[in-house]
Every structure is written in structure tokens, then in C-alpha cells.
């Protein structure tokens, strides 16, 4: 009996097939995604996380490197169709003149645009006074670029860069001879001191002034924007 046993259990086990054995070259694309896919929904999110990251990292980042590059395109786009009609720098601005600097460069939008949908009045504050090389460097490059028509900054900045003759002769301004700004020149020099400046509230030193750049492309805008900056129009 007991042989009889023996021999029915080696034929059985010889008659029980091996497990088949599947290799993962051997399955189908979407057999893999969706084996993969079992595999990252058993892991916790404590797991899931830094899984995905460390084998998908690079496809997560291909949508955010998307969105960046899409975005830059964007901007770029647009400010090729951005047409300048005044460019105002002014210097030593308080920190928080963002407010100020919107506003001014609404009204002088409004003031001196033909109501072109692509016009704007650019204002930087990036400007400091002083005659140390930083200050310098950074009127050299403002120079060299011709972006700039007015400069409005403190006295002594404002007669250091007289010095230099980077101004242009107020009288040379188109409408000067009218007489409307001459009784805000003192010794050549411009000076803001009306509302119509003082409303921004850019600025804590004083006296404020202003100067149009020899460089300046939009010299006609230049003469109207100090105009209202004078308080000489509403």
C-alpha cells in the first residue's frame, strides 16, 4: 500500500504543471502601465510621494517646464507690442511707491497718449543718488540705452549730472517759449512742487527736480508730463 502511495504521489507531481514564469519583456505596454499603476496605488501617499518622484521626476517637471516657458513666451509677446511714449526714472524712491508709481504713470498715460491700446508711460525707481561707482554704473547703462527722457531726483543728484551735461537746455523743450514752466526755473533747474507731484508721494527728499534727458526720444510728452507735474494743466 504504501508503495502504491509513493508512486501515486510521484505521478502526481510529476503531472503538476511548473508555475510559468513571466518576464516583464514579455508583456505588453499596457499591461506594464497598468501593473505599475497597481503597484504606486498599494504604496501610502508617505510612500507614494517620494516614489513618484525619484522614477517620474523628470515627467512631473515637464509640465511645470511647460507652463514657465508657455508663460515667458507670453510675456515676451507682449511687450513687443508695448509702444513706449515716455520713459521717467526717479530716483531714491521710499519702499512703498508701487502705489504712487501705477497712478503717475496712469495720469501721464492719459495725458500724453493717443489712446493706443499698446502705449504706456514706463517708470523705473531703480536710480540712487550719490557719486559712488554703483550710482554712476547705473546712469552710464540708463545713458548708453536711451530709455530715459526725464530724470527726476534730489538737487545735489540733479547738479552733478548738470555738470556732466546730460541735460537738455529747457528752453529747447518744444513749447517752452510759451512762459508756462519758466516760473518754476530757478538758475536752469526745474523744481516740483505742486499737488500734482506731491500727490505720488514717491519721494521724501526735497526739493524735487527734473531734468529731460539730451537723449530723450519723446521730448514733446517730456514738456507735457512736467507741465502737469508743475501744476501748469489738470
Known sequence: ????????????????????????????????????WEKIKGL???????????????????????IVVIT?????Y???LEEPILYINVSDTVLE???????LAADLLQLCGSGGKYETVPITTNILSGDDYTASLQMS???????????????????????????????????YDD?????????????????????YELVTYEPVCAGVLNSSRHAEAAYKALLYLCGETE
Open 1 to 36: 500500500m504504501r508503495i502504491e502511495y509513493k508512486e501515486e504521489n510521484e505521478q502526481e507531481t510529476q503531472s503538476t504543471p511548473e508555475p510559468e514564469i513571466i518576464h516583464e519583456s514579455d508583456l505588453t505596454k499596457q499591461e506594464k502601465r497598468r501593473m505599475e
Open 44 to 66: 501610502g501617499w508617505k510612500k507614494r510621494l517620494p516614489y513618484l518622484w525619484t522614477y517620474y521626476k523628470v515627467w512631473l517637471l515637464v509640465p511645470v517646464i511647460l
Open 72 to 76: 515667458s513666451g507670453i510675456q515676451i
Open 78 to 80: 507682449h511687450n513687443s
Open 97 to 103: 511707491s508701487d502705489e504712487g508709481t501705477q497712478r
Open 141 to 175: 547703462i540708463w545713458l548708453s540705452s536711451g530709455d530715459m527722457d526725464i530724470l527726476i531726483c534730489d538737487e545735489e543728484t540733479y547738479k552733478r549730472f548738470q555738470e556732466q551735461e546730460i541735460f537738455m537746455d529747457l528752453a529747447e523743450l518744444p513749447g
Open 179 to 199: 512762459g508756462s514752466l519758466q516760473e518754476h526755473v530757478k538758475d536752469g533747474i526745474l523744481y516740483l512742487e505742486d499737488e500734482n507731484w506731491t500727490q
